[in-house]
């Protein structure tokens, strides 16, 4: 069975230019989180979609940051325009309920 | 806000030896679970206790949670190389989101 796939696994992008992340959760898996994780800093939850629907968007840093989850399959978080704060490790995970979440090996995004 | 604080920041052993990480946390949970972090790869989970257990027991791995102190600890008996890795303990307060600690950086040397 895949695990949960992240795209791409690097990303260096100049500030003020626009980044799309995707997220291809584990087949099956209604829930599918964002978190990200800041140099140095622990690791911060982002938002939580139940199928298409965002059930929790409280950790998202500003409307300069866009997720979808068309179809309640993959997921995008777009980064438009990108600051260097926004720079770190962006991990995508999905579960089948409150147990375990299954984590993707994450995208790595440099804004220089 | 941070919800897991895990100590010590890093730990060093040599094979063989325990490893023991702490976690505390602040507000209630609904469960608490560990995950580890190789170098430049994804989280993997390792164990989930919840919050009307005490001990967990997974291979090597012990997990205790005391409610009443909002602190949990993770054993590692018999550590080898290959446990080499970020630790984290991660708390679910409500809801379904995972609040993460700073983690505790293990080196297990030969």
């Known amino acids: 069975e895949a695990g949960v796939t992240q795209f791409p696994s690097h990303s260096v992008i100049e500030k003020g230019q626009t980044v799309t992340l995707r997220c291809d959760p584990i087949s099956g898996h209604d829930n599918l989180y964002w978190y990200r994780r800041v140099m140095g800093k622990e690791i911060k939850f982002l938002l939580h979609f139940v199928k298409e629907s965002k059930q929790d968007e409280s950790g998202m840093p500003n409307n300069r940051f866009l997720a979808e989850r068309t179809g309640g399959t993959y997921s995008t978080l777009k980064v438009q325009p990108a600051e260097l704060e926004d720079s770190g490790v962006y991990f995508c995970a999905s579960s089948q309920g409150r147990g375990e979440a299954f984590f993707g090996q994450g995208t790595r995004l440099t804004v220089v | 806000s941070q919800q897991g604080e895990e100590d010590p920041q890093a730990l060093s052993i040599q094979e063989g030896e325990n490893a023991t990480m702490n976690c505390s946390y602040k507000t209630s949970i609904n469960n608490l679970q560990w995950y580890r972090q190789n170098s430049g790869r994804g989280l993997v989970h390792l164990i989930l206790?919840?919050?009307?257990?005490r001990e967990k027991h997974s291979g090597r791995l012990r997990v205790t949670l005391d409610t009443s102190k909002k602190s949990s600890s993770l054993l590692i008996t018999a550590s080898r190389a290959a446990d080499t890795a970020s630790y984290f303990c991660?708390?679910?307060?409500?809801?379904?989101?995972?609040?993460f600690g700073k983690g505790t950086s293990l080196l297990v040397t030969p």
């Open positions: 991660a708390t679910v307060p409500s809801g379904y989101a995972l609040n």
């Open positions: 206790i919840r919050s009307n257990e």
